[in-house]
């Protein structure tokens, strides 16, 4: 149906440590693994019903050498405690807006690009004047980039979050709110933060079509998003009878297993001479 993700090796992948030694090994292993280019970003794509591209979220993936795919999940948590997020954001957005400029040369799209950033990374005001160095590096036009907050930190200084989301917004670059719905505060963004797109959390997607319940918050979530002139995307789709139910509520981006696993860039160059694009107005 399509290519799998998690090309090469696959062993057990090590967990992050506990001891404080061993913590301090796992953190050179993350260092030399970005130094390295072991660490490199993936690319999932985000569509409209039809499966039309609309663009495409970049996920990090490190196939270590010696230890397998280390999944996001096993060393983000563990960079955020130690420090290191900010690296690894800055990484993987200059190495993501580097090969996806290449990829809108060679298929003339205008296609949209986000990005995941750590809570407590994007509120440092500094997280503003590295990104707009990055953009102009790398010539990556900003009203395509999309930010995606993801909340596994508390957003505990909502005015620096603000500050730093207004000048997003100045330069061009979107908001978008990951895993709408699951932590407390989510309602609290949508009032105070310039937000475009909020992303539907794919724990509700997955038994919509059989939880009545999973498929009321998403029907009082998309609504909820409309009524505030935002757009949904629905993540986690694995099967057309999700689409269909979002659909119906008129959700619309989606994104899943359904369509298509994150990939490698060079995977991604074959892909997308497969595809069809949303047509976008102009930048
Ligand atoms: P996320 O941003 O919520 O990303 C969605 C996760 O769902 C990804 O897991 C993706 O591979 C997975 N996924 C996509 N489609 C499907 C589907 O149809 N079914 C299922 N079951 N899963 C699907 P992944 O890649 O393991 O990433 C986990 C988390 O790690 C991400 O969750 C994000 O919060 C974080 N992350 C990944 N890359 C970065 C990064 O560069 N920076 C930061 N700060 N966080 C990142
Ligand atoms: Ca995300
Ligand atoms: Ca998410
Ligand atoms: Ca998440």
Request: net charge negative; with cysteine; charged share 25%.
């Amino acid at each position: 149906r399509h290519s799998g993700e998690e090309s090469g090796i696959q062993s057990e992948p090590m967990l992050p440590p506990k001891s404080l030694s061993e913590r301090e090994k796992y953190l050179f292993m993350i260092r030399r693994g970005l130094e390295e280019g072991q660490i490199r970003p993936h690319y999932q794509p985000i569509m409209n019903k039809s499966g039309d591209v609309y663009g495409f979220e970049v996920l990090v993936r490190w196939p270590h050498p010696e230890r397998g795919v280390i999944p996001p999940n096993q060393f983000i948590p563990f960079a955020e405690e130690e420090g290191l997020i900010d690296e690894i954001d800055q990484y993987v957005a200059e190495y993501a807006c580097r090969e996806m400029k290449s990829l809108i040369d060679q298929t003339g799209q205008n296609f949209m690009l986000t990005i995941n950033v750590s809570a407590n990374h994007i509120t440092k005001r500094h997280f503003i004047e590295k990104l707009k160095r990055t953009l102009e590096k790398t010539g990556f036009p900003p009203s395509l980039l999309a930010v995606e907050l993801t909340e596994t930190t508390l957003l505990n200084d909502m005015d620096d979050a603000i500050y730093v989301m207004d000048r997003l917004r100045e330069l061009g670059v979107q908001l978008w709110i990951d895993d709408f719905g699951t932590v407390y505060s989510s309602l609290n963004y949508l009032k105070k933060l310039p937000v475009d797109v909020v992303k539907l959390d794919g724990s509700f997607v997955r038994e919509i079509h059989q939880e009545m319940v999973d498929r009321m918050i998403c029907e009082s979530i998309v609504r909820l998003a409309h009524n505030l002139n935002l757009q949904v995307v629905a993540e986690g789709i694995e099967d057309e009878s999700q689409l269909n139910v979002l659909s119906q509520m008129d959700c619309e981006w989606y994104q899943g297993y359904y369509y298509q696993k994150p990939i490698h860039f060079n995977e991604l160059q074959n892909y997308v001479q497969t595809v069809n694009w949303v047509k976008r107005k102009g930048l």
